[in-house]
């Protein structure tokens, strides 16, 4: 039993170099930052207490959980280390990610608080999490790969600039900032978004791998309102696809405007791809030829002479 409580709400107070062995209760209650470095293990439970930010870069196995009463517990900073425990978190003030690798978190998130991505690694959240703070992705990349509820809890989610979201989970409500890459599945999956907001200079990749088109094959995103803006960049692979192949990506109950542009990949000069945002498909054919563009311009003509009369 016991508690060692680390500082007093103030600068100072830290622990030695060497391994921490918590049967009991660690509490964190400093006014800055505090580098905490060593491997935590243990039956014993941690609790972020203070105002300042605790960086957690050992790795931790205590299998007790995690309480963040105040402050920022953040886990990493900026390199390849640095994990929590292996217990239930319960989230009332901020839970920061910054590691430059892959790190999944197969811990249950709870409580008021949020969460953030900063670090360029990418971050994988894989259970049916109920934190409602909200989600924001500043950097790299967040997977959400939970199989039940919501992986990001149930608070808006953003993601910034040069960051990504992907996954085959579901996320309540998601905003895709100017700049932001929203690639769902997994090579290729299905990710669900109740309520999804694109803006314009964001960026959806849709990987499709087969021309037979089955199911599985292709990323689809759905939910309930979509409202489309930005690119759609279409990555076809798996061999030739024949003209009118027609696959539905997005599967929503309503939809708002459209995407600015649709581009594409792995399809020949001949044909081109085309973008329905009432049905959510997406259909290949023949790229326009001479003959067709020859015509465009000679009909454009006769209704401008007629027109001018």
Partial sequence: GGTL??????????LGSGAVI?????IFNRSDNLLVGNNISGSGRLIQAGTGTTILTGTNTYSNVTLINSGVLQVGNG???????TGNITNSAALVFNRSDALTVPNLITGTGALTQIGPGTLELTRDNSYAGGT????GTL????????????GAVTVVAGATLGGTGAVATLTLQSGAVLAPGSSPGTLTVNTLTMNAGSTNLIEITS???????????KGSSV???GVLSLAF???TYTNGSTVQVYDYTTYTNNFDAVVWSGLPGSQQATFDPLTGYVTVIPEPGPVALVGGGLALLVVLRRRRK
Avoid: H, K
Avoid at 22 to 26: D, I, P, S, V
Avoid at 79 to 85: F, K
Avoid at 215 to 221: C, I, Q, S
């Fill in 237 to 239: 692979s798996g061999g």
């Fill in 79 to 85: 390199g390849a280390s640095g994990t929590l425990g």
């Fill in 5 to 14: 409580q680390i500082g007093n709400g103030g600068t100072a107070g830290s």
């Fill in 143 to 154: 997977l959400v790969n939970n199989t039940t509820g919501y992986g990001t809890g149930s």
């Fill in 22 to 26: 918590n049967n009991a209760t660690l």
């Fill in 211 to 221: 021309p037979g088109l089955e199911a599985g094959t292709y990323d689809v995103v």
């Fill in 227 to 229: 409202t489309f803006a």
């Fill in 136 to 139: 924001i992705v500043s950097n």
